[in-house]
């Protein structure tokens, strides 16, 4: 078996995705000094939409007409965005960004404990799970462990941010039903 090696490109966009998933917290910090926590969400799910229906249009994805389908999305915009990003606003206004950002890297321990509670369970390999492990102790040194010494210091915060980032898992494994939508159309729908 011939094992493919990563490129270059690959690392950047590794790198970049990083910088995109990270800066949130910090910027949302900043924010709420002086913007309300329900207007901050608004605004940034609604500037993503109209981001994300322009890049559908400019590729051309197919966008699907079947009324059925609304229902299921606006479930989906519910648990994967507007209950998360509300209750991660919250929770940040009493809660260190750096914290928010350790707290909610914890998506992938609950997808995988999700699945393992589930009917259908999928195998969970050891790799995965070191996989998690490793994936969560990169985001501790990253935002830096002293982080973790604010652990039960502001409970509603930190409650809030857990919950938003189990609803997020929820999600994960809820928005496998769109693999028949292209990705942009499926995720600026939910955004809308």
């Known amino acids: 078996m011939h094992i493919r090696t990563p490129d270059l490109l690959e690392f950047a966009l590794l790198i970049l995705l990083g910088v995109l998933w990270g800066a949130p917290y910090a910027l949302t910090k900043i924010s709420l000094e002086t913007i309300p926590p329900l207007t901050l969400v608004a605004a940034r799910v609604a500037i993503a939409a109209i981001v994300l229906w322009i890049v559908a249009v400019a590729v051309k994805a197919e966008i699907p007409t079947q009324r059925a389908l609304i229902p299921r999305l606006f479930i989906q915009g519910c648990i994967g965005c507007a209950v998360p990003y509300t209750l991660i606003t919250f929770g940040q206004e009493s809660v260190h960004s750096a914290l928010a950002a350790i707290l909610n890297s914890t998506g992938p321990l609950f ?45 509603i915060g930190q409650l809030a941010i857990i919950l938003a980032t189990f609803s997020s898992a929820v999600g994960v494994i ?17 955004l809308t």
């Open 111 to 155: 997808v995988c404990l999700i699945y393992l509670m589930g009917k259908r369970r999928e195998s969970q390999s050891f790799g995965r799970l070191i996989g998690i492990g490793v994936g969560l102790a990169g985001v501790v040194l990253i935002s830096g462990a002293s982080a973790l010494l604010d652990l039960g210091r502001t409970t």
């Open 174 to 190: 809820h928005g496998r039903r769109f693999a028949l939508i292209a990705p942009e159309v499926a995720a600026a729908s939910t």
